[in-house]
């Protein structure tokens, strides 16, 4: 069975500075992976995914994941984090007919 | 092109009380996706339905909950004899096949009183 393993419950930064959100996976075959955000009492929003090709990946807000197969991460970076990107920020991993697999959350506050 | 369409919004019920929580998939999209957020935790898969078929039920509680995804019309999570713990945040998804990307709908939050 899939998991996702969001080490980091609560990151605090300063805007402007660099941001780094981790995630570990568990899956047995090429994972479908996937970061959505949530700001309180809204839907999720979708920030990337990776299916398959460059490793690299680019999604909206300025938001970037690398796929790292030999160490079963896919983390989330942004080079300047700006105030409106706090919220809480989730990792998923989908099997191949979609049913995703979540991890607990990382909740993001930035100070002025 | 509008997007998931969930609800009501807010549903307060009481203790063996009904709860009935729709889901309009956005237009195209024939794979239905409903997920559970408790507090303090993250998303938890419930059940995965095409048009009038149950594909994966594997996250569903065994006793009072039910889904469905007619023909016509929206999805329904159907939640019978309500109890304080089911008080969570019920949110749909929906994708296109083949099932890839799922869009979130804003969801349903249930309080039990």
């Known amino acids: 069975a899939q998991s996702v393993t969001q080490p980091d419950i609560h990151i605090t930064v300063s805007e402007g500075a660099s941001l780094e959100l981790r995630c570990n996976y568990s899956?047995?075959?090429?994972?479908?992976l996937f970061w959505y955000v949530q700001s309180p009492g809204q839907g999720l929003q979708l920030l990337l995914k990776?299916?398959?090709?460059?490793?690299l990946v680019q999604g909206i807000k300025g938001f970037e994941a690398e796929f790292k197969r030999s160490q079963s991460s896919f983390n989330l970076r942004k080079p300047s984090v700006h105030w409106s990107d706090a919220a809480e920020y989730f990792c998923?991993?989908?099997?191949?007919?979609?049913?995703?697999?979540f991890g607990q959350g990382t909740i993001l506050t930035v100070h002025p | 092109n509008a997007g998931v369409m969930q609800n009501p919004r807010h549903l307060v019920r009481r203790r063996g009380q009904e709860a009935r929580l729709r889901c309009s998939p956005m237009?195209?999209?024939?794979?239905v996706y409903w997920y559970r957020q408790l507090p303090e935790e993250g998303l938890k898969f419930m059940v995965y339905?095409?048009?009038?078929?149950?594909?994966?039920e594997s996250g569903m509680p065994k006793e009072r909950f039910s889904a469905e995804f007619p023909k016509e019309g929206p999805s329904i999570l159907r939640i019978q004899q309500v109890v304080r713990g089911d008080s969570a945040a019920y949110f749909c998804?929906?994708?296109?096949?083949?099932?890839?990307?799922?869009?979130f709908g804003p969801g349903t939050r249930l309080l039990v009183l």
């Open positions: 998804a929906s994708s296109p096949p083949p099932s890839e990307t799922q869009y």
């Open positions: 899956y047995g075959a090429t994972p479908y």
């Open positions: 990776y299916f398959s090709g460059d490793t």
């Open positions: 998923a991993v989908g099997t191949s007919y979609g049913k995703l697999t």
């Open positions: 237009k195209g999209h024939s794979h």
């Open positions: 339905l095409q048009k009038e078929n149950i594909i994966d």
